[in-house]
Structures are given as C-alpha cells and as structure tokens.
C-alpha cells in the first residue's frame, strides 16, 4: 500500500472536518425554527438535542471543571477493568492452551460463558459488589476476559513448531519455552487485541455506571435521561465519544512501539 | 569409486551413530493397508568426528526425519542412535540445528537471537552480547545487530540462524536444506562461508539436502537415501576432492563431474521412482 503523502494527509483531514461540519450543519438546521416548521424543530429537538446546547453542556462540564471527578472514575475503571481482564484472559489462555486436558474440560463452559450477554450480569455484579467502581470493573472485566483469552489461546496454539524446536535444540528447558517463546508470543497476541479489549473495557464501565451508580460519565447520562434533559445526554455521548477517540489513539501508539518486530504488510524492508 | 568411506573414520566413537533406526508414523488419512507410513527402515550410519556427510535423496524420503531423530527431536520406532558412544535420550544436547524454514525468534531482534542460546544455558543477555557481536560478524553481519528477523532478507536470516547454532560451539551440526531457500549466487556465499568456520573448527556435520552438487562439494562423504517409504542406503561415496574448496570452482573439476556422474546413476532411479509415488498420492 502507498503511503499517503502530507499533502494527501492534509486533504483527507480537511474532508473529514468538512463532514463534520455537515452532520452538524445539518443537526442544526433540523432544530432550528425558521430554517425548517417550528413544529418539526421542536420534535427534533426533543429526540436528538441541540448542537449548540449540547456544545455549551460540555463547554461548561468542562470549564466549570464539574465533568473531570465523573470522566476520571469512568477511566480508571476502564483502566482496572482492562488491566485485570488482561492479565486473568493471560493466564487463562496460556495454562488451558498448555495444557490440553484442562482446555477439553472448560471448553463447553468457555463456549457457554462467552454465547452469555455478560452485560446481563451487571445488576448481579451491582448487588455483590455495590454502586461504587467494584461492580463495573467486574463487568468490564468479564468483557475484556474473553477477547484477551481466545486472542492468547489461539497465539499460543499458534507458535510455530519450528521456533519451539529451535529453542529447544538450543537448550531452552520447559520454564524457559513458557517465558521465552510462549509468553512473548501470547503476549503480542494481546497486544494486537488491544483496541478491542480496551474498547469492552470502557463499554463495561459506562453500561456498569448507566445500570446503577453514583458517579462516573455513564451516571451524568442516566441522571439526564431521567428528567428528559437530550442535550445533556448527547453531550456525554460526545464526551464518551471524544473519550474513545483518545484512548485508541493511545493504543495505536502503544502498539506501534510493543509490536515493532511484527512484519507489517504495508512496510518492507528488505535489503 | 563406490568405495565404503566409513571404515577408517570409526576407530573413534562416532559422533553421530544411527542403529537400525525406524520410524514409522500412524498414517493421517488416505493410506496404503495397514494405516501406517514408515517414513524410515532400518537405517544405519555414521558420522566421524570432524566429519563433514551430506545425505542426498529424492523429495520426500524421510531425510528430515533422520534428522530430527538425531536431535533427539523424534522417538525413532526401533532402533538407536548413539552419541559419541552414547545412547541419546531427549534432546540431543550436543548438537545444533539449522531448519530448512525459518526458525528465528521473531520478536527477538538478530542479537539477542544469537544470544538466545547462552541465554538459555544460564547467561545474562548482556554477558553473552559480546560473543554474540563476535558471531554477527563472522558471519557478515556486523552493524544489523538490532535488526528483526522480518527486517533482514533471507540470507541474512540464515546467516543469523548459523551464528545463533554456531556460538553454542555444538560438536554436532545438524542442517537440514539450510539453504534451499535461497538464490544461487546468496547459496554459493553461504556455502563457502560454512566451509570456511567448519574448516577453522572441525565439527561433525549431517547435511541434508536434495542438490547433489551441493553434497558433493561440501562434503567428504555423500549418502544416497531411496525414495520413500521405507527409506534406506543406496549408497555411500566418499569424496576425496581437495580442501579448502571453492563450491562454486570445483563444480567444473573432472573429478567433480566423475563424482557426480557416479552418484547420479545410483539417484537417478530413485528420483523417478520418488517422482512417481508423489504423483500417485
């Protein structure tokens, strides 16, 4: 593939501004009395908001500093809930996948607890472990558990035959095969999975919040939504949103520097 | 001109010593009566310390399988194999591994691939960097230390891997078509370049290729194997041109080509026959 060039860069991003724009123009116009009925203003404005109001709520969460506490819970729940879901879907994955008869007798319940709607569990997760962040970074937990382990099982299923036999020729004993080569390679095996995990994590925070809390970006939306208030509700939607945005912007980079010895398909560098 | 080359070299325990080895393998699908494939028959030989055999043999003849029964890699059916006198059990610690495929660590880059080995014997990756700097650069590849192995071209690859076997100082080489892979002039390279660390340092060598000409001029003894299944020796000739060699020069020698002429005619019906069975399966 081609890389693009700065001026190519520049372009695509104006167009990208430009489309934003548009859907914004366009969400303007439609709630705007004058620019289309008053009638039709006012019912879109009751279902999707105001542009310009939804703008000034996440203006004034932001300025008036009352957002920060709530986006800061929301985040480090993700960050919980993804680092321990990481580290038990490594584990998991690598003692199942090294040890067959483990793997034959979890497999039906693996398929099972993956098939479950593990959103489901929130409500439970909330009477065990309360409204506070426990019961959320549980949640995201059983979200980010099941892509890391199917990620590392099959990474470690996947090791080539002939890099093992190769460290084995070359004297690696069987603690040195699981540091060696069948960690690592898990490992990156995470690591290419990263955005989806971190992705379930932050989903599991904000629905966690949104069933039941006292605190976080999901908890804003649910207290909006209660007293019908759609500008605050689409301004924490732009605020999780923005959110996302930033932490797969995060993971790119991180990707980018874990994962450098990873042949990528656009970059051959043969000599 | 078929002489058996074996008789003088075996006053010294052999390094390497293949005893009746079988190796038979429950056949996977589709397979002749009895649901098995026997990829090697009674197969014995020898390699002398500071020995240099190759092994020729038509596609498919189970070549790869003897050697991975010498590293202690595969369980042979019956037979043994011994080790400088030694029954072998396990892997065999004595010997390094070349593979035909590529065999690097990939998220190692080429130094501490070539560490790798000293790593596993106990050493710090920084104590074993200098050494592996020394072995980078013997094999032509000083200043790619911090290259991946996605990084480097194919021959550099092998080169890697050749440092990363050769810095465990292994009496025993075992390489299986380290070189098959590669073009003709990158292969001609490496194959003086082997010749030249093994004539500095003597190590027992089992190569296994398919391209007699490349036996014969590395080697100082051809095996011919039969086609499969039920691999055995056909033939054994020792090859009594001078060194140091050039493998590129000598191919023109008369005596190289009287060589090769002789061997072919014992390989030439078991190419067709291999040929044959591999089309029928």
Redesign the interface.
């Known amino acids: 593939m081609r890389r693009a060039s700065a001026a190519d860069r520049g372009r695509i991003a104006l167009y990208h501004a430009l489309l934003l724009g548009l859907v914004f123009a366009f969400w303007y116009a439609m709630t705007t009395p004058g620019i289309v009925s008053p009638e039709t203003a006012k019912n879109s404005a009751f279902f999707f908001g105001k542009p310009v109001e939804v703008l000034k709520v996440v203006w004034a969460w932001f300025s008036g500093g009352k957002i920060y506490p709530h986006l800061a819970i929301t985040l480090v729940e993700t960050l919980l809930a993804f680092v321990a879901g990481s580290v038990l879907g490594l584990a998991a994955g690598l003692w199942l996948a090294l040890w067959p008869l483990a793997a034959t007798l979890a497999d039906p319940y693996i398929k099972a607890a993956n098939a479950m709607p593990r959103v489901i569990l929130a409500p439970i997760f909330a009477v065990w472990f309360g409204l506070g962040i426990t019961s959320k970074v549980a949640l995201g937990i059983t979200l980010v558990f099941f892509v890391v382990f199917f990620n590392v099982y099959q990474g470690v299923k996947e090791v080539?035959p002939?890099?093992l036999?190769?460290?084995?020729?070359?004297?690696?004993?069987r603690r040195?095969l699981l540091r060696?080569?069948y960690l690592?390679?898990a490992t990156?095996w995470v690591f290419s999975s990263l955005h989806t995990s971190v992705g379930m994590a932050f989903v599991g925070a904000v629905v966690g919040e949104y069933l039941g809390s006292a605190k976080g970006v999901g908890y804003l939306i649910l207290q909006a939504e209660g007293v019908f208030d759609i500008n605050t509700v689409f301004a924490g939607i732009l605020v999780l949103t923005g959110c996302a945005l930033l932490l797969d912007y995060v993971v790119t980079k991180a990707e980018a520097r874990l994962l450098?010895?990873?042949?990528k398909q656009a970059e051959t560098?043969?000599? | 001109m078929s002489e058996r080359g074996t008789g003088a070299a075996l006053r010294a325990a052999p390094a390497l010593l293949f005893e009746r080895v079988t190796c038979t393998f429950a056949a996977r699908g589709k397979s002749a009566g009895d649901g098995r494939y026997t990829a090697v028959r009674d197969a014995s030989l020898a390699v002398a310390p500071g020995e240099f055999v190759s092994v020729v043999g038509p596609t498919g003849c189970g070549k790869s399988t003897l050697l991975n029964v010498a590293a202690g890699l595969l369980q042979p059916s019956s037979g043994a194999i011994r080790v400088f006198g030694e029954p072998l059990s396990g892997i065999n610690t004595r010997a390094g591994y070349m593979f035909q495929s590529d065999a690097l660590i990939p998220w190692r880059s080429a130094l501490a691939n070539v560490t790798a080995g000293l790593e596993f014997h106990g050493e710090s990756r920084e104590a074993a960097a200098p050494r592996a700097h020394e072995w980078l650069a013997r094999v032509g590849l000083a200043g790619f230390h911090d290259r991946y192995p996605h990084q480097l071209s194919g021959g550099m690859r092998k080169r890697v891997a050749l440092a990363q076997m050769l810095i465990l100082d292994p009496p025993i080489l075992l390489m299986d078509e380290p070189f098959s892979a590669l073009d003709v002039q990158t292969r001609q390279l490496m194959e003086n370049e082997l010749l030249e660390l093994w004539q500095a340092n003597r190590k027992s060598v089992l190569f296994i290729t398919h391209d007699l000409e490349e036996a014969i001029s590395l080697s100082d003894r051809v095996i011919v194997l039969s086609a499969g299944p039920g691999t055995r020796e056909i033939g054994d000739y020792a090859i009594d041109l001078p060194r140091p060699r050039d493998v590129a020069e000598i191919r023109m020698t008369p005596r190289f080509i009287e060589l090769y002429q002789a061997i072919w005619t014992t390989m030439k019906a078991e190419v067709q026959k291999g040929y044959a069975q591999s089309k029928r399966s």
């Open positions: 080539s002939v890099v036999a190769n460290a084995r020729m070359l004297g690696a004993s040195a060696q080569i690592p390679s990156s450098v010895w990873r042949p560098e043969a000599l």
